[in-house]
C-alpha cells in the first residue's frame, strides 16, 4: 500500500519582532476567524518589559502572515511566567515577574484587545526572587505560583485579589513548573528529576512525590 503523504502540510512562518519574546500564548479564539495572541516583550534598549495583544492578519493573497498590534500593557518588570486561561466572558492572562510579582489581566478581545488589570500582588513576602512558573486554573478564579525560594503560593482573584502560602520549603527545594490537575490538585517539577503532587484539601506538603532519573 502507498503512503502519499498530507493533503494540508504543516506550514511555518518567520514573523521577525525588534525585541526579545519573553513568552507566547494563542488566546481563546471569539470567533472562527479571528487569531489573537499575547506576547511579553523585552526592549533591551528601554530596558522596558510590556504584554502586548496582537492580531494574526493572514491575507490570502499574501503568503506571509502579520502580526497587528491591539493594545499594550506596560509589566513593572521582565516576565518570567505567562500563561493563559478560558474565562467568561473574557480570556485571562496570569503574568509573573524575575521581581516576584504577580499580575492577571483580562483582554477584551471584542473591543480592540484592551487590557484590564484584574489582580497585582507585589507584596514583598510572596515571593523571594523571581516567580518560576505560574497557572490559571480553567474557569475559575484562583492561580498557583511556584518558585526556586521554595514557595507555593495560591491566589484567588475574586473580589479582592489575595493569596495564601500554601507551602514553604525555606529554600531547601526550588520548584521551576507548576500545573493544574484539578480544581483542587496540582503538580510541581524542579531540580532532581522530581514530580509533587499536591491536594488543596490535605495541607503541609505535597500528597505525593515520584522521584527518578528520567
Known amino acids: ?38 506576547i511579553a516583550y523585552f526592549d533591551a534598549d528601554s530596558n522596558s518589559p510590556s504584554i502586548e495583544i496582537h492580531y494574526l492578519n493572514t491575507n490570502p493573497q499574501d503568503p506571509s502572515p502579520v502580526l497587528d498590534p491591539q493594545s499594550s500593557w506596560t509589566s513593572p518588570s521582565r516576565i518570567s511566567s505567562l500563561k493563559t486561561a478560558q474565562s467568561t466572558p473574557q480570556p485571562l492572562l496570569a503574568a509573573a515577574t524575575f521581581s516576584g510579582s504577580l499580575h492577571v ?12 488589570s484584574k489582580a497585582s500582588i507585589e507584596d514583598t513576602g510572596f515571593h523571594s526572587g523571581p516567580v518560576a512558573a505560574v497557572d490559571l486554573r480553567d474557569g475559575g478564579n484562583e492561580c498557583v505560583t ?62 505525593s512525590q515520584f522521584k527518578g532519573n528520567w
Open 146 to 207: 511556584v518558585g526556586d525560594d521554595g514557595r507555593v503560593n495560591l491566589v484567588s482573584f475574586a473580589g479582592n485579589s489575595s493569596y495564601r502560602r500554601f507551602f514553604d520549603a525555606n529554600g531547601l527545594v526550588g520548584y521551576s513548573a507548576v500545573k493544574w490537575a484539578s480544581p483542587t490538585e496540582f503538580v510541581t517539577g524542579g531540580y532532581g528529576f522530581g514530580l509533587q503532587w499536591w491536594d488543596q484539601r490535605r495541607p503541609g506538603g505535597p500528597v
Open 105 to 116: 489581566l483580562a483582554p477584551d478581545l471584542i473591543n480592540g484587545g484592551a487590557i484590564e
Open 1 to 38: 500500500m502507498a503512503i502519499t503523504g498530507t493533503q494540508n502540510p504543516s506550514q511555518v512562518h518567520r514573523i521577525p519582532q525588534s525585541k526579545y519574546i519573553d513568552g507566547v500564548h494563542w488566546l481563546p479564539p471569539v470567533s472562527a476567524f479571528d487569531r489573537f495572541a499575547a
